[in-house]
């Protein structure tokens, strides 16, 4: 079963919750923040 991420959907998203969801992937993956922007 696929994990899910709930993401608000107003525009534009504040950097902070942005950041928010960055880190929970990034743990989740068990790899860096930066590997995860990497990859956008």
């Known amino acids: 079963?696929?994990?899910?991420v709930s993401v608000p959907s107003h525009k534009p998203i504040k950097l902070g919750t942005l950041k928010g969801i960055i880190t929970y992937i990034a743990q989740h993956k068990q790899v860096s923040v930066a590997a995860i922007l990497?990859?956008?």
């Open 38 to 40: 990497a990859g956008i």
């Open 1 to 4: 079963m696929p994990h899910t």
